[in-house]
């Protein structure tokens, strides 16, 4: 068995690259969102033309970013969507939501300082872990049968 995980979610700290790390040998592709934070922000505006409005240049770009982010959570057999503790990853609820409407196997990766402000997001999630080595084990669980 193969699994498609895409990985959403916070782009300020290495948990992805721990949990790609960790996988290594099992049968997983991995995507995400384009983590080059000024490569997002500015994709809309590069790409159709500046914008005087910061509203108007942030759209573009979220509009631009949707088409990569709809098609890897559609594409997915597991989303992982992170929440770190700096910013209010409003995007990472809204890819949690999305997945789970699609009936996507959902894994939410978030520290406890917010069981409770995620806890619809949580309840909608198959697993909920706090650490990008649980998110591994899960995988392994998944593909493999073996416990850590």
Known sequence: MMLKVYLSGEIHTDWREQIVAGAAGLDVIFSGPVTDHA??????????????DKVWHDRKGAQINAIRTR?????????????????????????????????????????PDHGHALKEV???????????????????????????
Do not use: M
Request: proline share 2%; hydrophobic share 50%; aromatic share 8%.
């Open 122 to 148: 949580d309840a909608a999630a198959l697993a909920v872990a706090s650490e990008p080595a649980q998110v591994v084990d899960v995988l392994r669980y998944v593909l493999t049968g073996k416990l850590p």
């Open 71 to 111: 098609k890897g959570i559609a594409d997915a057999d597991v989303v992982v969507v992170r929440f770190g503790d700096q910013y209010k990853q409003w995007n990472a609820a809204f890819d949690a939501g999305y997945a789970a409407a699609l009936g996507k196997s959902l894994v939410i990766l978030h520290g």
């Open 39 to 52: 490569a997002s922000d500015d994709c809309g505006a590069e790409i159709l033309g500046a914008e005087d």
